[in-house]
């Protein structure tokens, strides 16, 4: 089973605008422990370079778009997100690298923990000889 998956979320359409919402459990494998988002990206800037231990999130292009690569130690995949009803999941033990961000693009990410240091692990080397055992 892949570490990663696009979910399709609820749309409400609507000639007033268009509506998604996630539910934990239900639309998303986890409940929701934290929200935060990434924004005022600056052109050619990269984030993430890590994976977690134990942590699992959806991330979303709320508005704009960029790419993730994701990698579970043996294959590595780059995903555009550029639709505000797709999310990304990425189980635990998932590497991500996101760049490619587009001008005033927002990742928007919710996570099955709180914030914690000690859940990251940021050497590719030691990610990769944990992830393949
Ligand atoms: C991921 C990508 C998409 C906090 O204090 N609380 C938080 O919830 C987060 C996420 C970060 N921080 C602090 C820790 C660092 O001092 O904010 C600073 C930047 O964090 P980081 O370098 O981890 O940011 P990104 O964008 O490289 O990675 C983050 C998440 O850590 C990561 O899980 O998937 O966003």
Redo the contacts with the bound molecule.
């Keep these: 089973m892949s570490n990663w998956r696009i979910i399709d979320l609820p749309r409400i359409t609507d000639q007033r605008g268009n509506l998604t919402f996630i539910e934990g459990g239900r639309h998303i494998p986890f409940s929701v422990a934290?929200v935060?988002y990434?924004y005022d990206v600056p052109g050619g800037a990269s984030?993430?370079?890590?994976a977690?231990l134990q942590?699992e999130?959806l991330?979303i292009a709320a508005t704009g778009s960029f790419d993730v690569i994701v990698d579970d130690g043996q294959r590595r995949e780059t995903i555009s997100l550029r639709r505000s009803y797709y999310g990304l999941y990425l189980s635990n033990m998932t590497w991500?690298e996101?760049d490619n961000f587009s001008s005033g693009s927002v990742?928007l990410?919710l996570a099955s923990r709180p914030?914690e240091e000690e859940d990251y692990i940021r050497d590719y080397a030691s990610f990769q000889a944990k992830a393949i055992g």
């Design positions: 934290r935060y990434l984030r993430g370079g890590h977690h942590l999130q991330l991500r996101l990742c990410v914030y």
